[in-house]
């Protein structure tokens, strides 16, 4: 890699992860190795389900797929090698792979923000316009919106990842973290880290503010519209297409919320460390279920694909 000048002195990071203690590495291994099944299995079929029932070919299951395949790499990023570093009881990560780890985790999280904004929107589309559903989330605009978080996201984890090769690591290479985080490696570092807490700091308030923006505007229409419906009946069944949407939205907000404006001052490191696992590994977990156990139409295809009559419909004529 040509970006990583000559002066790093240092060739690995020691990942300290979660504890210290034998027992308790032990539970956090079956804990976080049963979050990552779950997590990885139940997207899985979500992602399976909607592309093999034609019926939820629509922009809102499509987004509901992409963000499930978001959720899968986001896990992905940090828990294989956590529960890697437990079982093979080294701690150390190299230079690269650290740099690797931090730039796909920075990835998904951004990406998984954008998708919330852009289902949000197609909510409000559905609601507040719906007789110009169709003309408007046109399969092109669909696409395009799908294709944006991932453009997006990777320029903001480029832009932090190059500005990280930028810093000089010095001999502490000890990271109290479970996986490269770049507000972690940042306090590391023995350069100025000025310019690149700055960048992360803007980066991270518009990377949050603007889609959560687009989902406070589409919410407010969207509860506009449904107070006008007069019959209960109506009122219930507009609300009911979106609450999963609000549940994950709230999950994710709410996370934000609680991890970075209530932080316990005393340990501001475990408080990023908790607000890692919830970002990393929670909400990558429950999407699947606050979407399929609340969703008819989900239940309807998981249940299809559980009866496997999908298969014999995917199979070629004449066998
Ligand atoms: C993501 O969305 C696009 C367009 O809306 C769709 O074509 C694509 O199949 C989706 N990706 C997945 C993994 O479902």
């Not at 996201?153 to 290479?173: E, G, K, M």
Request: aromatic share 12%.
């Amino acid at each position: 890699m040509k970006f990583i000048p000559n002066q790093t002195t240092i060739s690995e990071f020691i990942l300290l992860g979660l504890s210290s203690q034998t027992e308790q590495q032990k539970l956090l291994f079956a804990l976080f190795l049963s979050m990552y099944l779950v997590t990885v299995v139940g997207n899985g079929l979500i992602i399976l389900a909607i592309s093999l029932d034609s019926n939820l070919h629509t922009p809102m299951y499509l987004f509901l797929a992409n963000l499930s395949f978001a959720d899968m790499f986001s896990i992905s990023t940090s828990v294989p090698k956590m529960l890697l570093n437990i079982q093979t009881k080294s701690q150390s990560i190299s230079y690269k792979n650290c740099i690797t780890q931090m730039y796909f985790s920075i990835v998904f999280v951004v990406i998984d923000n954008f998708l919330l904004g852009v289902m949000a929107y197609d909510r409000f589309v559905a609601i507040c316009h719906p007789l110009n559903y169709t003309s408007i989330m046109h399969p092109r605009l669909c696409i395009l919106l799908t294709v944006i978080p991932w453009v997006l996201s990777n320029i903001v984890a480029l832009t932090h990842t190059l500005l990280l090769t930028l810093l000089l690591f010095c001999d502490n290479n000890i990271l109290p973290h479970f996986f490269c985080d770049l507000a972690a490696l940042l306090r590391l570092s023995c350069s100025d880290t000025m310019i690149n807490e700055l960048v992360m700091f803007v980066v991270g308030l518009s990377v949050i503010t603007f889609p959560f923006a687009l989902i406070l505007f589409s919410y407010i229409c969207i509860i506009r519209d449904v107070l006008r419906i007069s019959s209960t009946e109506g009122k219930w069944k507009a609300f009911s297409t979106c609450s999963s949407h609000l549940t994950v939205v709230l999950l994710f907000y709410g996370t934000i919320v609680g991890v970075y404006f209530f932080p316990s001052s005393a340990h501001p490191e475990d408080t990023e460390k908790i607000g890692a696992v919830l970002f990393t590994v929670v909400t990558p977990m429950m999407n699947p279920f606050i979407y399929s156990l609340r969703n008819k139409d989900m239940k309807g295809a998981l249940r299809k694909l559980r009866d496997r009559k999908i298969f014999l419909q995917l199979m070629p004529p004449g066998i």
